[in-house]
């Protein structure tokens, strides 16, 4: 029944290690990886030099290979290889969310065209098997939310600032060390590796294809001494929440940064380790914990789906059939606390709706109610940090009243 | 692709109710309930009379019905009621525990003659999917360990008297209104009701078939007021923990109530959620949490199930082909902590090594090392109350030397 399958890596650093040697340390999955593509053919290898290439075609011309497993850390070469291995008949497997978040809806369609499997379980929070649950078993739920800590990355970062006192500088680099952060951090601590992941998620919890370029991402670089502090004595902790729910016929989604309490389920989540919360109207809430980066966490997720192509597995994005006329939205109000050092950065004129605040030492905080947009224009300004506040409400901004309404 | 399945039903109470409900707000399942088996006749129904019967040939002889659901609360009519439907080249979902522990290694057997599907998601944890993962997304990982807490009423009643200062004998009360309780109490609070689901879980996660007669189960019924004092002063939760694990060729199991550190994944479970924790080589420490009981959240495992068999789905049983001579074992060493009040009741010479105690106002409370054997035997004793100690390490009994060495 099952069929052995013959695999062409693409990319041998951290996780295409870690696949080769999780399934080389396994017996159950028929599948051989015959040929490595990576980029730099002057680096020592740990496995015979005659088993990688710099020649892509050497994989996508070779009918004997069934999957492109591509694990490499350009995003655009990425797609060019995706692309043309299933144009050529193959399956794919990948763990690059920033390419599949930008070309998911094509990479759908291409999949129905060609009748391949694209299989992207280590894209998203790596060792949770949160898009295989979503598609297969929550696949008749009701679901109305999906929210979590996305990125492991910040999360250290966030952890080791937070429990060792560390500086932000010398948490990244130890999260490089360790290979759970992107080549370029600014994916990272910015917000777009969750988004990316988000997006995706989006994809597969509410049938809608949504561009990263819609979804609001703020960031971890702009938090300041001064939300440290109130969250200390608050007794708060802040984690990088990547979020969609539906209300109505809309999609709601963003990254941003948020003040958790200390019983709140992603409290107690650590250095790289992800959480994914999901809410529905039948299985209620469901959490998800485990590691979202590294070597053998995210190369057993490439495993798994690569165990999956072995029994003919794809997804078949049940979500789409079951919302007719979902549409993804920004018209949301966000309760946020905002801090910064300058009098003149922040009014109580930019909030929708303001709260609170104080001002001490020439530290500020304010709290209260923004538009979404208003939200990300505070972000983008000079010594201002924004956070969501801890337990915030997110209420839609209501359609415009109809004309008739207005003229009657 | 996917066909439309008719499904004859047993059982219309919390379950099966939900079951309903679930299946008709929700459009994506292609399967309808022609007819439903109940045991009073007299009951009034929510539902047109016509569509019940007590006569269950009236479901197992109609060759038009694909799939029986089996959640009724009497496991000796439901285990006749499987195998029937099984023979008959019916499907079968079920949520019964007790049933499916007892004749796990049959119905296995079973589905392998028939060639036909016994799916229980239900059966283990509610909504957690928990059989789905083990059997797909960690079909190749090398699995260490699966613990948690597997009995929703026990945490309920656990959680209302530790939190609210709720009597025993109200929270258990309060969750049998609730509906989370199984019919006979003592299958929950005695611990039997987490053994039948961790006996369901050990042959997905290990690929063992263990009979429930041989795991040890103690329950929650004769913790005393000296563990809560205990558990307060050192900042403990006391749990029902269900666990398995490897070491070596053998699986240990058992089930016993354990004093749980406040930053430990299991202390923050609280009334009927259930949590697993799996461990493995590759994907390292996961976690899973969900309501484990309740008419919805158990409906909709079952609903996931049917739609499962909408597509032909059924189990592997992947871990039995990928271990070879893994067998069960109670040779094992635990730290254990045993309060009671009648000094004659427990004495030092009663532990493998002794490590501390203390007596105070006729309370009387001593922690040590215990094998297994010793521990069941004294959680038997009158008046005396055993508890896994806060992070006990397990330690196998070694094999006795072989004799050649003996000789030599
Ligand atoms: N690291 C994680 O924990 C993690 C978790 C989830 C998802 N991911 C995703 O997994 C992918 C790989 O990440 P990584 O951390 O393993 O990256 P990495 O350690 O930087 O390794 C990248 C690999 O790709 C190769 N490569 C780059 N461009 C190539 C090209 N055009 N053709 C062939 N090979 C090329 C490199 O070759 P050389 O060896 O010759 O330099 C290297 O072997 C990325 O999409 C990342 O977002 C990573
Ligand atoms: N409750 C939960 O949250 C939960 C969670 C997981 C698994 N389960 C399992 O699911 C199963 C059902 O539990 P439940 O809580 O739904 O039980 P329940 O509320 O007590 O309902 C039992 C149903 O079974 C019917 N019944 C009993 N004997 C029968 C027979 N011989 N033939 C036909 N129907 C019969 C009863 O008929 P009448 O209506 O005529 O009395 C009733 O409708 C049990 O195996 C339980 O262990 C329950």
Redesign the pocket.
């Known amino acids: 029944m099952k069929k052995k399958l013959t695999i062409g890596l ?7 290690q870690g696949l080769y040697n999780v399934l080389s340390q396994t017996h159950g999955v028929k599948a051989e990886i015959k040929r490595i ?4 053919k002057s ?1 020592t290898r740990t496995l015979p030099q005659e088993l990688f290439t ?1 020649d ?1 075609t050497e994989i996508l011309n070779d009918p004997s290979i069934d999957i492109v497993v591509e ?5 655009e ?2 797609y060019a ?1 995706v692309k043309e291995a299933i144009e050529k008949g193959k399956h794919v497997v ?6 599949l978040a930008e070309n998911l809806e094509e990479f759908y369609e291409l999949q129905q065209r060609y009748g391949k499997s694209i299989l992207y379980e ?2 998203v929070c ?1 060792s949770i098997p949160i898009i295989r649950n979503l598609e297969e078993y929550y696949d008749n739920d009701l679901l109305t939310s999906i929210e979590g800590i996305f990125n ?1 990355s910040t999360n250290y970062i966030l952890t080791k600032v937070f429990e060792e006192k560390k500086s932000y500088a010398d948490a990244l680099l130890k999260a490089q060390e360790l ?2 952060a ?2 370029d951090p600014a994916l990272d601590v910015e917000g777009y590796d969750a988004k990316f992941k988000l997006v995706i998620a989006i994809a597969h919890t509410f049938g809608v294809f949504v561009k990263p370029a819609d979804v609001i991402n703020i960031g971890i670089d702009k938090i300041s001494a001064t939300d440290l502090k109130y969250a200390k004595e608050n007794n708060l902790s802040i984690k990088l929440v990547a979020r969609a729910f539906k209300q109505g016929d809309k999609v709601f989604a963003f990254v941003a940064p948020q003040f958790i309490e200390a019983h709140h389920p992603l409290a107690s989540i650590r250095n790289e380790y992800n959480a994914v919360l999901v809410e529905g109207a039948f299985a209620e809430k469901q959490t998800f914990v485990g590691k ?4 053998y966490p ?1 190369g057993s997720a490439v495993l798994s789906d690569v165990s999956a192509l072995t029994y003919g597995y794809a997804y078949e994005y049940k979500k789409r059939a079951q919302h007719e006329a979902l549409s993804f939205s920004n018209d949301l109000r966000v309760e946020a606390v905002v801090t910064f050092e300058d009098q003149h950065s922040v009014s109580i004129k930019d909030f929708e709706t303001f709260k609170s605040g104080y001002a001490a030492n020439g530290k500020q905080l304010l709290q209260g109610i923004l538009t979404l947009a208003q939200f990300k224009a505070l972000s983008e300004r000079d010594g201002v940090s924004v956070l969501l506040a801890a337990n915030a409400t997110f209420s839609p901004i209501a359609e415009s009243v109809p004309e008739d309404l207005l003229a009657s």
Not at 10 to 16: A, H, N
Not at 94 to 99: C, D, G, H, L, S
Not at 292 to 295: C, L, P, Q, T, Y
């Open positions: 693409f990319g041998f650093g951290v996780v295409g593509a990576i980029k730099d680096k710099t892509k694990l490499i850390n350009d995003h070469a990425a290889i990948t763990a690059n969310k920033r390419m280590g894209s790596g492991g290979g759970f992107e080549t979202g980066a590294g070597s995210t």
